[in-house]
């Protein structure tokens, strides 16, 4: 690659344009460190069709979708893939929401068929467990236990 | 990904070093906004006219709207540039970044003044949300062939890659930072006598989501992420290389 710095533009600006040659717009961009990993994470836990809802959610939703909707938070999204990678689900995975208030939800069924909701949220996880009745909130540290609790 | 931070940093680091490589330094946050794109310039031009009575649209603002938030490469590029004397203001749907004017670093404590003075009018503003990313990014151009003066090459076959046109990226972590090193030897600057060739040192060091808050820990992470790229940039130099440079030291 050339880089190219015009007179008009600043560097941080026209670096990023020189990137975009145009087989790099039609089909190859430059990954965010650990996109990848986590692409396949999503791929191997929740199946394609939870990859392509969250895809959904990332991209396709602007503020004030549905009613007054918020956009994905960054941090829920974060703490999402955090519990993903330490989550085990059953057969089919979980489905995936996106919530109003810009969170994002996994709902399941546990080998009980009992139903296991928790949404991520820009500042902590909200969880509910039929099977012991139990619900509650965790900040982002307790994600990876909360994870292996939901999974037993 | 390993975490090891492979250039060994120097003792010493200097207070300044001349000629000045940096092109361009730009400190910028992502962020979820609080209001639509279109109130979000006005909203940010009424805290700032003073300093910065200058705007210009950049052309990625003639992409329509649902174009730009569907692509990752376009998502968080600026649209609109407010320009003062000594720096330029860059403002997107989800992106706010402070920049210096090419060529003339002001140096950190002005840059962290300017900052600081920045994220109060940001607040005051009140469109931004929640803050996705941080980070301080320098660009510096050298001339000539720059990895002849770096601890860092290509090899091929164990021998060293010379002579050839070479652009090489990496991915480092220090710490909660990321930092994505981009070194070529093939660039081209725009400078007052024309266009010259060189190479170009590009260091970006982030902090994600979970570590970022741009009107909490906003102005400390900055500082953190220029002093990993300032320990970055002389870890890389050889010393022959920064006695070149005329290193001056507290």
Request: hydrophobic residues 45%; negative net charge.
């Amino acid at each position: 690659m050339t880089a190219l710095f015009y007179q008009s533009l600043p560097a941080s600006f026209s670096l990023v344009e020189a990137l975009r040659e145009p087989a790099a717009v039609a089909a190859v961009r430059r990954t965010a460190p650990d996109e990848l990993a986590r692409e396949e994470l999503l791929l191997r836990k929740l199946g394609p069709r939870g990859w392509g809802r969250v895809h959904h959610f990332r991209n396709y939703y602007a503020s004030d979708w549905g009613e007054n909707g918020r956009v994905l938070s960054p941090k829920a999204l974060d703490a999402f893939f955090r519990f993903v990678e330490e989550a085990q689900f059953p057969a089919g995975g979980p489905s995936v929401f996106l919530t109003d208030r810009g969170g994002i939800e996994l709902c399941w069924e546990d080998r009980e068929g009992r139903p296991v909701q928790i949404e991520f949220t820009g500042t902590g996880a909200e969880f509910y467990q039929a099977a012991t009745e139990e619900e509650g909130v965790v900040a982002f540290d307790s994600l990876a236990q909360l994870a292996r609790r939901l999974s037993a | 990904m390993s975490d090891a931070f492979p250039f060994q940093i120097p003792e010493r680091l200097p207070i300044r070093i001349e000629p000045c490589p940096i092109v361009e330094a730009i400190f910028e946050a992502r962020f979820v906004g609080l209001e639509p794109w279109a109130t979000m310039p006005g909203l940010l031009f009424a805290q700032i006219r003073e300093k910065y009575p200058e705007q210009k649209t950049l052309p990625v603002a003639q992409v329509p709207e649902e174009l730009r938030r569907q692509d990752p490469a376009l998502i968080h590029l600026p649209l609109i540039q407010f320009l003062s004397g000594r720096f330029l203001i860059q403002l997107g749907p989800r992106v706010v970044s402070l920049v210096t004017k090419p060529n003339t670093y002001p140096g950190w404590k002005v840059i962290e003044q300017e900052l600081g003075w920045l994220l109060e009018r940001l607040r005051t503003a009140g469109f931004i949300g929640e803050t996705e990313r941080l980070s301080a990014r320098y660009i510096d151009f050298f001339d000539g062939d720059v990895f002849k003066a770096l601890r860092l090459g290509l090899q091929v076959n164990g021998q060293p890659l010379k002579g050839l046109q070479t652009d090489l990226t990496t991915v480092l972590r220090r710490g909660a930072l990321t930092i994505r090193l981009n070194v070529t030897n093939g660039a081209i600057v725009a400078t007052k006598d024309g266009p010259k060739p060189g190479s170009v040192l590009d260091m970006d060091a982030w902090y994600g989501p979970m570590e970022a808050d741009l009107f909490g820990n906003g102005l400390a992470r900055f500082g953190e992420a220029h002093q990993v790229i300032k320990d970055l940039f002389f870890g890389l130099l050889t010393p022959e290389n920064l006695a070149s440079l005329n290193p001056v030291y507290e």
